[in-house]
């Protein structure tokens, strides 16, 4: 946020990058859950039919992506899809953690001496 203080009467042009960039990205998992749930809505048109059936395409090519991967086997367009949904859930779950105030354990290395 302290970037979008220090651009935001700098140019324009650079209001609109860090927006487009920060803002946007932050709130891509909601703007998709938004747009399937109008979708379900509204299916009595026939452009939000053809929308659905693209994004449950895409969830599946997602889906695919990620047993692919787990199988050793990669498909480039798959693990881009696959990791595309995968940022989006983390983000999900990471803010759900943040709204409900709940604690997730932090990562505590070990250290390279352990004793035999």
Same mark, same amino acid.
């Given at each position: 946020?302290?970037?979008?203080?220090?651009?935001? =009467? %700098?140019?324009?042009?650079?209001? *609109? &990058?860090?927006?487009?960039?920060? /803002?946007?990205?932050?709130?891509?998992?909601?703007? !998709?859950?938004?747009?399937?749930? %109008?979708? /379900?809505?509204?299916?009595?048109?026939?452009?939000?039919?053809?929308?659905?059936? /693209?994004? !449950? !395409?895409?969830?599946?090519?997602? /889906?695919?992506?990620?047993?692919?991967?787990?199988?050793?086997?990669?498909?480039? *367009?798959?693990?881009?899809? %696959?990791? =595309?949904?995968?940022?989006?859930?983390? =983000?999900?779950?990471?803010?759900?953690?943040?709204?409900?105030?709940?604690?997730?354990?932090?990562?505590?290395?070990?250290?390279? &001496?352990?004793?035999?």
């Amino acid at each position: 946020m302290n970037e979008i203080r220090r651009v935001s =009467f %700098s140019s324009p042009l650079a209001l *609109i &990058h860090v927006v487009s960039r920060r /803002l946007l990205r932050w709130w891509t998992p909601f703007f !998709l859950i938004a747009a399937f749930g %109008s979708n /379900l809505f509204l299916l009595d048109i026939a452009l939000y039919q053809a929308t659905l059936l /693209l994004q !449950l !395409l895409f969830y599946c090519a997602a /889906l695919i992506g990620a047993l692919l991967n787990g199988l050793g086997r990669k498909n480039v *367009i798959l693990s881009l899809a %696959s990791a =595309f949904c995968l940022a989006n859930i983390a =983000f999900l779950v990471s803010s759900f953690n943040l709204v409900t105030a709940r604690k997730v354990p932090k990562y505590v290395p070990t250290s390279r &001496h352990e004793e035999r």
